[in-house]
């Protein structure tokens, strides 16, 4: 489903999403309102993208949203303000969310806003990223929790790990050239975009 999103005190422009044509929503997902959705990009069932309390959001080329993804925020306005601690600038814009290029979204995470993820990052099944700051090339291994914090780029979270403070953030370990998990966002982008691109074909036949 795409659609619009509805007024109120916290959301006084009705949207409906950017989606690019080379970009594939399946029927059983949800987008909704301020939400721009970039080249290549696979959204699978049962996944939600809301932006229609905080927004924008926005994800980039070639990044893909499993099934059961929830992209939602907090509240960007209230009665015509801005909420500033409730936005990132992002490359001097401000977004709700923001999922970079190639990032790959598992089954089941959540990235509840204010959030950023940048470029080339695996965030895996059933984490959960909530004010916080994901640089590019991470991994972020299944069941991990992020709330109010920056990881640094070419970084990784140990499965299940809760990740609350800054000083556990800045001592997360390296991506090794022996990390077991550091090509796995390669093969990943390239099944989803190859599936974008196929089930688009499928639908014009």
């Known amino acids: 489903m795409i659609h619009k999103n509805v007024k109120a005190d916290f959301c006084a422009r009705v949207s409906a999403p950017i989606i690019d044509a080379s ?33 924008p959001i926005y994800v980039g080329d070639d990044s893909n949203i499993q099934d ?17 601690n409730n936005l990132f600038d992002v490359k001097g814009k401000k977004f709700a969310i923001y999922v970079g290029s190639r990032v790959s979204l598992a089954h089941q995470v959540q990235i509840h806003g204010p959030a950023a993820v940048m470029d080339n990052t695996f965030v895996g099944m059933k984490v959960l990223v909530f004010k916080s700051f994901v640089g590019q090339n991470c991994v972020i291994e299944p069941a991990a929790v992020l709330m109010g914090v920056k990881v640094d780029e070419g970084r990784y979270v140990p499965v299940g790990e809760v990740i609350k403070t800054q000083a556990q953030a800045d001592n997360l370990p390296k991506i090794t050239p022996d990390y077991p998990m550091k090509d796995m966002n390669k093969g990943v982008v390239h099944v989803n975009t190859a599936l974008a691109r196929g089930y688009l074909a499928a639908d014009k036949k």
């Open 23 to 55: 970009s594939y929503v399946h029927p059983l997902a949800a987008v909704i309102g301020n939400v721009i959705l970039g080249k290549n990009i696979m959204v699978a069932p049962t996944a939600s993208v809301r932006g229609d309390e905080g927004q």
């Open 68 to 84: 059961g993804v929830v992209i939602h925020a907090l509240e960007t306005e209230m009665n015509g303000k801005q909420i500033e």
